[in-house]
């Protein structure tokens, strides 16, 4: 028998597919530890450890990174209103770098030579994975069974999967397939693949599974407050039960709860993989629907207007594009970081929301401590300070590029 | 008796501002003609042109600028995906081109040598209406009272111009004044100033006009599909009744009836006038928010990455900004425009829509012409003709950089 | 006789304007003290002193901002590689803000409701200092002469002022006047109108007062080092003669001589001004331009890729507009500051010149700290670890959005 | 035998690699067709032709692009002031899109199923060929040998090659080689590898072929003037002797020569590469540094202030970007070129320059029919049509926002 290759960290999932890379890594002569990240999707955890280890492998690891997640990731997004091509939240990019992180130390830790994962050859989380491991340890080795001709021509399909998981003894929970794939985390659920590769057919009622149908949510509205200091939602408060939540965990667990009975959070796009295939993907972000809401909303009251205009022209597109290619462990998102970070130093004060059946509606915000909104300067009906002369001459030197432009155009 | 100062073409509202102030002009020794524009706002034009010569004009235009409005500016702002601060969609700023050019070719037409409006001195109307007339006619003088001391001074508060009205025999309406001010067209309705001035006052139910109130649109959603050419609508089908229309002006004014009753285009705004003060404002764009989301949708099927991510970093902000910021007659927008029109060549194709309660959900997209989406090679079960080890290579030269940087941090 | 109107900070240059202004400000009741800031422009501080003293100035501030100048000023625009459409290196906006803290902090202490200056209305300083003083001490009252028509009625050319000079015994120095202005400090001298206002005119020979003539420069060049830290100039090394100097004031005022006597930094421009006219101006920035050139390449060597990509598109334009504009104290330069500051972390090492007749050639640079530059890596002699392997992948998986795009384009 | 592979388009330039690339396809069954273009490097053509036929090309082509080169990218350069990292201009990226689509066409007219060429697989060349190939032909097949473990294994050096020269009977030129590589066309020479790699290693004088040496260029400047339409050359004139030249090829090739005997358009730049290696490259670019200077000065005359700054900001560096990486047919490219074209409408005039050891001096700029620069209204001595009081207004309102953060920083 050959010798032992050495030591794999496998991102693991408890699926057939993870389960049957586990065997075929063994099969291969790696020694293997599966590794489990608790991001907050619907899993059982403990049984898909003993399935590990019943495969074989040497040890596992369950990390609870669902803290991390949201005061790392999640809450760096909200404030910068992170968003992909106008309407994806960017549930998936967001969870890959705090478990790649995560990887990567126990990768050490266990003096890995080599990280693995299941993820596909066409998609974009292999490259979140793999650039995220290279930036944090750029001799670590991965192994991507998904782009190896060996593996991938020997399993050409599910049925090749299932036969192998029969050969080595894998369980195979029997359930239906959906006719789609997901990943779930604390953040959001993503819905992709089979019938939903017509982006002309409507996904059916009964895939949604994080929020309620907005036709089924509550006829009655729900109204709720947060809070922001420093662009970081610090407390929420349910107006009609009191409920008021500070934890942040908790706090973007409850936004979750609220969001998901009043059918908050779908979306549907067709966008574009990083690798430069189109791609119809189905989501949901309940919690960091509302908060993107809230979060742009008090902006309006407490941003300088200029500091705004560039946050959104600069920061905001390139910040998510980096995160959606996988760039997050990079110079560039440190050197963004810094504008955006400068940026929400004024960001402090409370939005009102209403929540009705997918609605998110902004009913009032105010901010003690930052003063850029003043009513009286505002006001159409109070002249308060201001000179109505200046604007003459505000409008007259703005007019003289455009009169020489408009007499040249004549 | 001094002397005729010259010809004056007054935008006219038929309200007791502006007829105050033609009143005003007219006392000031000037010939004034009234000008109206009809871009779609409730309004009886008739009764405020008897009005206008009962004061003392010596002639009313009335301008019906409805197709002009949706052909020139709505639907190439649809185009660009336009949006101020990440929320407002522009309805105001949209109209004033329109107004101000038409204006202008009257002035012309009438050798006026004068223009007047009744805009205020610290809003962003005043701004674009000027700037619009000097790049159109840079030798046209313009009056706006609201910035002559001599005006403002005597004119301090709405009881003073009550008493003028009475004086020169102006009829005034005689309904409770409204704790808000609005400005209408056939795009949006704006409110602002009043109560709204505090911007954590949640605005009353009824002061919404435009769109029904969410809670009390229908509990059964409508459905329609919305076909673009080049960026631009095309026809309507309502899925219901099969109605179907193609006519622009039609097209627009159909999906305004159609949001508007199942309370679509709300939103509650603190943005930043262009004179660099804070400002609260509530707006309904009933049609524009389908046509929004049906435009976004679409371009994520039939327009390329790049494109898209140049176009949504630059076009589209600076797009909207010179709208807000009352430039649209200037050489940067001729600049932005050439490369907006590029980018919607391939944007061809159909969206299927949900309305309901306040939401526009997508249903589903389609192009018969433009093929840059590929179900195979989109595929996660089919490998096509795709290569997965090209991923592998890929990923590998995108590490050399992050590698590098990740040693020189360790 | 009517009251003191209070006391004003006047910004005052010793010069035939100032020295009108400020007997015109004691004729309109007000005190004044006189403010001269030293920021290295050619200059009879002390001659300035008496005579603002024999007017009637009540105190005289000389303030040396001349270290702040370069280290808080200078030093930034350097990391910023800040330039104005392509070619202006900022000189007289530079020296701006030190001017106008300095003022401010004075008006402070001295108690002064009112600063004031003698800039013309049409240019773009008059803008630099009053916004620097608003956004410093947002209460101060600006006196502007040249924009107070009772000021400029009566003072309409060089005539009237000289008049008014011999009224008052103000002594005025018996040279010929140049056919242009200029501003100087120790970053650049500037010239503009008069005869330069034909922009086909050939500025003469003799304006130039920074610079020797390229032509009449040494015939051997000299070679010198730049030592960087976080892009901040640290060390100069003459190789000639081994001069070594390291503070901060010095090192810059090195560089203007070793750049003045090899006849670099000259440039000639149409540029814009703010207030939108185009305007002509001829500038020296010895120093300055050296140290541009070897900032840029050195980041060659120790930036990131996209860092620099990024912080070229943004923060530079951005960054020079800011200052060009006289947004200096703004929450908007702070925004860019951050990111600026940490794009420069790796800006360490030096680089070697040549200077010779106008030419600044980089040489050579090095690194001894920031190794993202290998030698193996980047050969291609050498194939080091690099596996062509992989460009082949990379280019494929580029290739698909491509040829998608050139099959949809036959 | 086996039955050839196919019909082969080989990119061959006569020397040592690809001589021995067209060996090597021969070797491995393929049918040959040598292809040259001729962008204007010095190169005996006829010379390599027979080469090629006797090695056992079918057929060579000499495909003369030089006065596509020109008018189809060198000119869209000077419009767009391309420059990649501040510093390079572009010389060989602009040659690979004129070269690839010729290749194409004539692969195209051939039938042949691959096209060939011998870059590495560590550059930029690969890239911009083949992704090239792949946009004009999406299902050209593309044999890159440098790729191909079986031939970068078999031949690891160049003694490697010289041994398989001598055994196929390839001539193989007895001169030294240089310690560095040189890529050249009409419009640069680049020198790079070999000693180059250390790059703080001061290229040796002799190195350097295309311009004199500025120390050892003439005493006496040479003037001249260009003229622009469109931001196109139309003219060139040699105030010393009056040479006059309007046909493109001629006034590029004119430029050339003037830019060469005066030592202009060397650099020396450490580049990242588009794979993510950073890189030393020393280039040679006479007539086109001239060029851009004049460009870039005419645009501060006759360019409109905001199209200047969003064309500076956005299409500069991206169309800069997209040529380095070799992104030029593509639809990022149509995309900008729009807005770049729209840019360029009023950029017409003439441009006067002194050239001297290295230096172009802008002397001076007029333009016969656009009147954006206007004398008087920039005057600083003459007031004009110009109300300074309209100055105050302007900054009080620019004030505005800056009061308030002032305030509230307090």
């Known amino acids: 028998m050959s010798p032992i290759k050495g030591r794999v960290l496998l991102a693991y999932s408890g699926g057939l597919d993870t389960s049957c890379i586990l065997a075929?890594?063994?099969?291969?002569?790696?020694?293997?530890?599966?590794?489990?990240?608790?991001?907050?999707?619907?899993?059982?955890?403990?049984?898909?450890?003993?399935?590990?280890?019943?495969?074989?492998?040497?040890?596992?690891?369950i990390e609870d990174l669902r803290r991390e997640f949201v005061e790392e990731l999640i809450f760096p997004a909200i404030q910068a209103n992170a968003i992909y091509e106008n309407v994806y939240l960017l549930g998936t990019s967001l969870s890959r770098p705090i478990i790649a992180k995560s990887q990567i130390e126990i990768a050490i830790r266990e003096n890995c030579k080599f990280v693995s994962h299941g993820c596909t050859g066409k998609g974009n989380d292999q490259v979140r994975f793999e650039l995220a491991y290279y930036a944090l340890?750029?001799?670590?080795?991965?192994?991507?069974p998904w782009r190896i001709p060996e593996f991938y021509e020997r399993f050409p399909g599910r049925q090749a999967l299932l036969a192998y998981a029969a050969e080595k003894n894998i369980p195979v929970v029997q359930t239906v397939k959906k006719p789609w794939s997901t990943d779930e985390n604390l953040f959001h659920i993503s819905y992709e693949a089979g019938i939903l590769e017509d982006p002309y057919c409507t996904p059916p009622k009964d895939m949604w599974k994080l929020t309620v149908d907005p036709e089924d949510a509550p006829n009655v509205p729900e109204r709720i407050s947060i809070s922001?200091?420093?662009?970081?939602?610090q407390k929420v408060v349910n107006h009609g039960d009191g409920t008021t939540i500070t934890d942040p965990l908790e706090l973007f667990i409850y936004l979750n709860t609220v969001a998901r009975r009043n059918g908050i959070g779908r979306i549907d796009i067709v966008e574009n993989r990083f690798i430069g295939i189109k791609s119809r993907g189905c989501y949901e972000t309940p919690g960091g629907t509302i908060l993107r809401a809230a979060h742009i909303d008090l902006e309006g009251l407490v941003l300088d207007r200029q500091v705004r205009a560039m946050r959104d022209q600069f920061i905001t597109p390139q910040f998510s594009q980096i995160l959606y290619n996988g760039q997050y462990f990079s110079p560039?998102?440190?050197?963004?970081?810094?504008?955006?970070?400068?940026?929400?130093?004024?960001?402090?004060?409370?939005?009102?929301?209403k929540l009705y059946k997918g609605n998110v509606v902004v009913e009032g915000r105010r901010s003690d401590t930052v003063k850029l909104y003043d009513m009286e300067e505002s006001s159409m009906d109070v002249q308060g300070d201001f000179s109505p002369v200046d604007s003459e001459g505000f409008i007259k030197i703005l007019g003289i590029r455009l009169k020489k432009w408009g007499k040249s155009s004549l």
Chains 1, 2, 3, 4 share one sequence.
Do not use: C, H
Not at 228 to 233: A, L, N, R, W, Y
Not at 332 to 352: D, H, I, M, P, Y
């Open 228 to 233: 922001f200091e420093k662009g970081i939602p």
């Open 24 to 61: 075929w890594l063994l099969e291969q002569r790696y020694e293997v530890i599966a590794y489990m990240a608790n991001v907050g999707q619907e899993e059982d955890f403990e049984a898909a450890k003993e399935k590990a280890l019943n495969i074989g492998a040497t040890k596992v690891y």
């Open 332 to 353: 560039e998102r440190e050197f963004l970081l810094a504008s955006l970070l400068e940026s929400q130093k004024t960001v402090n004060g409370e939005v009102k929301l």
């Open 137 to 144: 340890k750029p001799d670590i080795e991965v192994i991507s």
